[in-house]
């Protein structure tokens, strides 16, 4: 199936996916997704400070703004992407939610950068070594919180 990020990221150098099946419709969790407040998790906030990032609006929308990264394009109740390109790196991520029956969500998250030169394959590279597994725990956490907020809200 073709997502949304593949009309900006078709070919990538790097990228990281997560998922977690949610037991809610596409619709309520892509609305508890939009408005996550990643205030919630202490890891996130530990981990987004330890970076140097700004923690004093941790919801989604507050978050990007905070870190200049921008909503590229959304397809409602269905996938939102992310925009957090730099010079010389295109870095888009999404979130996609699928309807897989039984009243049941696929919620997935995809990073995908291209590294537009060989210099900055090399710098992202030892950057990517040291950041991925901390990128990767902020993921789970954002997956799991929006698991736990729409099955909270749905009972």
Known sequence: MTQLIDK??????????????VRSSPQETFVI????????????????????????????PGFLKN??????????????????????LKIFWNFCF??????ETLVSTETRILCESKKSKFKFSAYWLVVKPF???IRLEMLRLIKANTERKAT
Do not use: W
Request: hydrophobic residues 40%.
């Open 8 to 21: 900006y990221l078709p070919r990538f150098t790097f990228n990281e996916y997560h998922k977690i099946i």
């Open 33 to 60: 997704a939009k408005n996550l407040d990643l205030n919630l998790s202490i890891v996130t906030k530990l981990l987004l400070k330890m970076r140097g990032l700004p923690v004093h609006d941790l919801t989604l």
């Open 67 to 88: 870190v200049c990264f921008t909503i590229a394009e959304e397809k409602m109740y269905d996938e939102f992407v992310i925009n957090a390109s730099q010079p010389h």
């Open 98 to 103: 699928r309807d897989i029956g039984n009243k």
């Open 135 to 137: 990128s990767g725990i």
